[in-house]
């Protein structure tokens, strides 16, 4: 089922093989008719991921860059929208010779085109393919056949896993094995035999269970894997390497591998309880009324990054989600902002808890809160400055007003072809830019480089005219897109921390490498403590 942990059991086996020395890959499948994740909703789908060659993804996506340090492409990512437009696409070109054009074979046919290709892209020895969904169900059939089909070929080069969901029903206390025999049932259907079973739940699994599940599946006990749940994602590849994980995929391989090394990532993986001090970071925006579970995946990113950065510094952390909203009807609960060692302001869309924002921003920049902008974050903290230290009090977004005097985030005219003419997806300005930074600022520091790049997704940008205006009142631009002078980066001196940047740092943010800036934030808020 989904949300059962397959990106990450993905992601930490890439991880474990990796470490043996291996070159490691991995591709996701999303079986939905959405090209891209681009037109999802973030809250139903979670955080959309976005590459440096500029494709919206899924979240998954994340979790294996963040694992396997690698930056991953287009070309690791499919859909079946994706895979029917290719097609399609082809068939018009009449790149299939009149030939009958069919579901089968064609579509596994491009599926396994397109696994082949981002292994090839990538040099992997092994490439770690992610089927979405659940077995059994329409949506993800022609990507079984593709798996079945790539085994058939190279029997020797292939292995399946099964991630399955092993509940413990309250009124018993004990693990139900049932639920993942059908499962495998249901794969043996599609032609598929497991070589593995991952078997997510609350505990380990014991060895009744085990043998029980090796019996019913025609799987060995030693190929039955445990994965229980754990505090945290990183103990993941520990927990399989405890049970052999990597040998056993090894030995099948007929790879003799290198000794496994892990001690930095499992030191890293053991900060947050070990830590003596914990900083607390409050987090405001929208989209925070629906649970905090939503939540979690809407901003995954963005909270990894905020982890790693504490952690690089020794420090545990607290995270707090506050909705801009309650700003909005009470204007004395901003003084709850002080309790907060730094504020971020992650990226948002559309007009919903805007003010509470703003608000916000003018705490943090009166009361010397360190302020840490995203995207919106950095837009709003623009129309905020605009508004009160200018005193332009119109001053907006276009997003939110079209008609503002003082459109200090506008849109660019490329973009309003787009808007006019319905074209949303995948036509923000996406993937990588360059970022050239000014000497001396807090960006420049923080890097330690004269030049970044960075990933972008978003349709607005700082209006320039406002430029001269906001750096004569103390508000710096300290990163500018040297190809087109876009604004990518704000600062406001004589603060302990007020940066804004355009782009998204949080999607370059990795374990064991946290992003400059959000190293630089968690600084400043433990100075600020
Ligand atoms: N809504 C803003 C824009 O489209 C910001 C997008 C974002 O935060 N990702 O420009």
Known sequence: MSGVGKGVTTASIGKILQSRGLTVTAIKIDPYVNVDAGTMNPVEHGEVFVTDDGDETDQDMGNYERFLDVDLTSTNYMTTGRVYQTVIERERNLEYKGRCVQVVPHIPQEVIDRIRRAAANAKADVTMVEIGGTVGEYENILFLEAARMMHLADPENVQFMLVSYLPVPAHLGEMKTKPTQHACRTLNSAGIHPDFIVCRGQYYMDEPRRTKLSVFCNVKPEDVISAPDVDSIYKIPAVFEEQGLSDTILKKFGIKPKKADMAKWEAMSEVQEKATKTVKIGVVGKYFATGEYTLSDSYISVIEALKSASWANKT??????????????????????????????????????????????????????????????????????????????????????????????????????????????????????????????????????????????????????????????????????????????????????????????????????????????????????
């Open 316 to 529: 545990a952390i607290e995270l707090k989600w506050i909705n801009s909203e309650d700003f909005e009807k009470d204007s004395s609960a901003l003084s709850q902002l002080s309790e907060y060692d730094g504020i971020l302001v992650p990226g948002g869309f559309g007009t919903r808890g805007i003010e509470g924002v703003i608000s916000t921003v003018r705490y943090c920049r009166e009361n010397n809160v360190p302020y840490f902008g995203i995207c919106y974050g950095m837009q709003l903290a623009c129309v905020e400055f605009a508004r009160n230290v200018l005193g332009k009090e119109a001053a907006h977004t276009v997003e939110v007003d079209e008609q503002t005097q003082d459109p200090i985030i506008h849109v660019n005219p490329m973009q309003l072809e787009n808007i006019k003419e319905n074209r949303y997806g995948g036509t923000m300005r996406l993937g990588a830019y360059d970022c050239d930074l000014v000497k001396g600022s807090v960006a420049a520091a923080a890097y330690g480089k004269k030049s970044v790049s960075e990933r972008h997704r978003h349709r607005y940008e700082f209006n320039n005219d406002y430029r001269d205006e906001i750096e004569e009142k103390g508000m710096i631009v300290s990163g500018v897109n040297p190809q087109t002078n876009l604004v990518e980066i704000v600062e406001i001196k004589d603060h302990p921390f007020f940066v804004g940047v355009q782009f998204h740092p949080e999607f370059k943010s990795r374990p064991l490498r946290p992003h400059p800036i959000f190293k630089a934030f968690i600084k400043a808020a433990l100075e600020k403590k």
